[in-house]
């Protein structure tokens, strides 16, 4: 069937009109004419921007008619599937639902920072890319209810839906969508069917900015945390609320949080939300904590001999503000990583052993009688972060157990870390260091405390004779 045999029998099959080809009315594009006149003459051509030479574009073509066939597409051409193999190559037509989701993409990516900055002048403007009007004719039903889609789509979404004239040689001036433009946060959610989520994010980092002001701290602290303020149930919101008026109101109160005079507040409900509360109340205040009474964490340590005092207590867990006070000077300090290594210390003249892993090396530079201490933490990039940590908080810790010797002498008991601490740490000895590198080049091994035979590590932690104290040890 020729070009202009199938035009007619397009045109008859489906009574097309001049003012109304598909009840939504076709595009024109500005190439249709010289397609027109290019496809009439040419086997196919698979690139309009550029003249190829014949065998080039037949080998073209026949990659593009295998890839279309792997697509489910046809030859001869397709309108809004945006397949064209063997016709014309051109960006498929937008569809609503695909619209939908590129509004969505972006909502998601930026909603947060639009409801924290109250940015109202962002837009979202995207080409539909409507059909020529050769593929409209080879796909007439789809390319009117495409048509159609946007039709009703601007008809429901307070949204502008820019439409064009497009005129054709064979059909006429066609009405046709051509650009989605939604100006505003809540036109794009509208689009992407997210205004209720939107309404929420607005209504609820509105109400947290007039506690907390409206500055570049407080911008950041609402797009930083504006997900865990939508995700609070209506109650703990509320909660939150309050929470945040008082300590806004009594920024050094001094107080317990089972003190604070807030319905519903407990010790608890601060504690699993501290991270949230912290952030706002610094956004409104600059305070660096909630100017509450904090309990005194807890130390655990080991006496290793009664002679130290203690009342007879050999195993003991104290505030460390409690401990700091007590007044002990013991011969040698012991921190150890690893609990079950400070259970198993024997009897030590003078001796104590705390237990100081993670974190809890801040906790040891506070005690005035453990200023200067035998370290001994995992052979792994953990341990000599920790070890770091105790000495950059003016703690003299020498270390043991922490060597290359050590390490290489135990390779059999390596095992990987899968999330090794990669920071730099200046403090290390150059033994130590040595040490870190050993396992770093080795897929970052790792040698845990409790690995290393416990007759090893006492000979290595150098005890001695100091175990003998004439009945003065537990």
């Known amino acids: ?19 109304d080809i598909i009840d939504g009315r076709v595009p024109h594009d500005p190439r249709d004419a010289a397609e027109a006149a290019a ?60 619209a939908r989701e590129r509004a969505w993409r972006l909502f998601e990516r ?7 900055s109250g940015d109202a002048g962002v837009g979202f403007d995207l080409p539909l890319h409507p059909p020529t009007e050769r593929s409209a004719l080879a796909d007439l039903d789809g390319t009117r209810e495409w048509v159609t889609s946007w039709r009703s789509f601007a008809a429901s979404v307070d949204v ?20 989605l433009v939604a100006t505003g946060p809540a036109a794009i959610a509208a689009v992407a069917g997210a205004s209720d989520r939107w309404e929420a994010l607005t209504s609820r980092l509105g109400e947290v900015r007039t506690i907390i002001g409206d500055s570049s701290e407080a911008d950041a602290a609402l797009r930083t945390h504006a997900r865990s303020l939508t995700a609070l149930e209506d109650a703990d919101f509320a909660r939150l609320i309050d929470v945040l008026g008082w300590l806004s109101s009594n920024p050094s109160s001094g107080r317990h949080v089972r003190e604070l005079p807030i319905r519903g507040i407990h010790t608890k409900w601060i504690e699993q939300r501290r991270g949230l509360v912290e952030a706002m109340h610094r956004a409104a205040t600059g305070a660096s904590d909630l100017g509450l009474r904090e309990p005194s964490p807890l130390v655990r340590l080991r006496v290793l001999d009664l002679a130290l005092g203690f009342g007879g207590l050999h195993d003991v867990s104290a505030p460390v503000d409690d401990l700091a006070n007590v007044q002990i000077r013991p011969d040698r300090v012991f921190v150890f990583e690893n609990l079950a290594s400070v259970l198993a210390m ?12 993670g974190h809890r090396v801040d906790l040891i530079a506070r005690l005035p009688w453990a200023q200067e201490v035998t370290y001994w933490g995992d052979l792994d990039s953990h341990g000599f972060a920790i070890l770091h940590r105790l000495r950059a908080r003016g703690v003299r810790a020498e270390s043991v157990m922490m060597d290359a010797e050590t390490a290489f002498a135990h390779r059999d008991l390596w095992v990987d870390d899968p999330t090794p601490n990669i920071g730099v740490f200046p403090l290390l000895t150059a033994g130590e260091s ?19 035979p416990w007759e090893y590590a006492i000979e290595r932690i150098g005890i001695g004779d100091s175990s003998a104290s004439s009945g003065q040890v537990p």
């Open 110 to 116: 930026e909603a947060r920072g639009w409801a924290a």
């Open 39 to 98: 496809d009439a003459r040419a086997l196919c051509r698979c690139d309009h921007r550029r003249v190829e030479p014949r065998a080039t574009r037949l080998a073209t073509c026949e990659r593009r008619l295998h890839r279309g066939r792997q697509r489910g597409c046809h030859s001869g051409g397709v309108g809004i599937g945006g397949c064209v193999v063997g016709a014309d190559v051109m960006t498929a037509p937008v569809t609503v639902d695909r």
């Open 434 to 452: 040595a040490a870190l590198n050993l396992l770093s080049a080795h897929g970052n091994a790792r040698l845990e405390q409790e690995r290393i």
């Open 160 to 179: 502008e839906v820019v439409w064009t004239q497009r005129s054709w040689p064979r059909v006429g001036t066609q009405s046709v969508p051509e650009r």
């Open 346 to 357: 024997p009897p030590v003249r003078g001796g104590v052993v705390v237990h100081g892993g």
């Open 1 to 19: 069937m020729s070009e202009s045999q199938r035009s007619s029998h397009l045109t008859s099959s489906v009574t097309l009109t001049r003012d």
